[in-house]
């Protein structure tokens, strides 16, 4: 019984869920504000969910059917599966293994590829481009967003989250003692969410709605589900590695919500790249100064 | 019998959910069907900061599979009439038209065109119009919202959700 209520209440299931859709609302309101807009009201994001659910789901001439309806589903298990190994809301995570950093990483990833799969099934071309750029974003973050996780994993001699925060609550913040791999961990966050400038792969000016441009109704609803659902159990991974770990529940609410807030600005900051820019930035860049990071630590821990 | 009337209040309150959530989410897809871009300046001007329709859940969808409401701007020329179809169709249901300005009315000046097969309604359903040379911002919005209205049994819709 009350495994089932971690698994559906809190803090997996529902409570994450709703904490999804309050962050989409505070990152939409957010950047309204900076763009001197009013921004959508507190409910924004559930009306739409609750709409699409509600509306008809169309499955377009062309497209293998059983993937077009079952890719948004699992990528949404995807997610909520990645969250039960991270401290979410602060608190002891569901499960706890050896090397669920690397689970949960690839479970994150997992989303990313039923979304560029949702793109090559249709015989769309707009979606099919957008599958393209999904992957091949895919293929640029994936490397330093995962060598910049792996900082702190080397730091704390560990590939077990819990392990890992511990190590981060009892020392300086990882943000002061690695900020590059910080930076790069946030920038990998925004391209593994298509946040913009990283939104290349769903540029509307471009490409439509990108990979998911045939999905209504309920596909696209599951899909922006756990899309904001991969931005919280990111902003926690995150958040718990770098910014000192999980004290107590409200200081990491805190936390978790100033990093929310700088991925925002930074959105409203900057126009989209393009992908061969995207490219092109995060393997000169990010790959590099990941990996000089990750030497950096390495000859500190062999001179230590 | 009571398992009856606990169903219908059952549905009921499914179809009362899925009718708030419709008044507050409506995305729009917008569509030139010939229109002298006048009434394009005017629908994005409402889409910018000075009226912000995402404060009523407005939000400017690329895709006709993700949207709700289609506003064509523009009487219907030759060359739009089969791609204007073809968007309508491939709108999910329940999906909704405004049409936009003088010339989505009734062909405005361009009437008896060469190339201008007729005004919007000649082709699909249209559920409001919005007259003016172009509609300013306010004109469109106070369009979307009678649109919405209409949704609705009751005119009470927006209510406690305005921004």
Known sequence: ??????????????????????????????????????????????ADTVK???KEEVIPEGVHRVLFEFLPVLSLAAVLTAALAVPLFGVVPATSYAGDLIVTV????????????????????????GGLRVLSQLFSYEAPFLLALLGPAVAAESWQITRITAHAGSNVWMLFTQ???FVVAVIGLMGKL???PFDAPEAHTEIVAGSLTEYSGRGLALFRLSRNVALVVGLTLVAALYLGGVSDPLAFAVKTLALLLVITTVQALFARLRIDQTIGLWWHYGVLLALGQWFLILIGKGAA | MTAMKIEQAWNNALAGVALWARTN?????????????GCDIELLAALTPRYDAERLGVKLQASPRQADILICTGPVTR??????LRIYEQMPEPRFVIALGSCALSCGVFHDCYNVVGPLDRFIPVDVYVPGCPPRPEAIIYGVIELLKKLHP???ILEGGSA
Request: glycine share 6%; aromatic share 8%.
């Open chain 1, 1 to 46: 019984m009350n495994a089932l209520g971690t698994l559906l209440l809190f803090p997996g299931g529902l409570a994450l869920l709703l904490v999804a859709l309050l962050a989409e609302w505070i990152s939409r309101k957010l950047l309204a504000r900076l763009q001197n807009r009013v921004g959508p009201r507190w409910f924004q994001p559930l």
């Open chain 1, 194 to 196: 298509e946040l913009s």
């Open chain 1, 106 to 129: 690839y479970l994150l990833s997992l989303l990313t590829l039923c979304t560029s799969l949702a793109g090559l099934i249709t015989d769309d071309r707009y979606a099919a481009m």
């Open chain 1, 179 to 181: 900020p590059v791999g």
């Open chain 2, 154 to 156: 009751v005119d009470v």
């Open chain 2, 25 to 37: 989410s409506p995305w729009v897809l917008h569509f030139n069907t010939g229109s002298c871009n």
């Open chain 2, 79 to 84: 060359q739009a009439r089969d791609r204007l």
């Open chain 1, 52 to 54: 699409l659910l509600a």
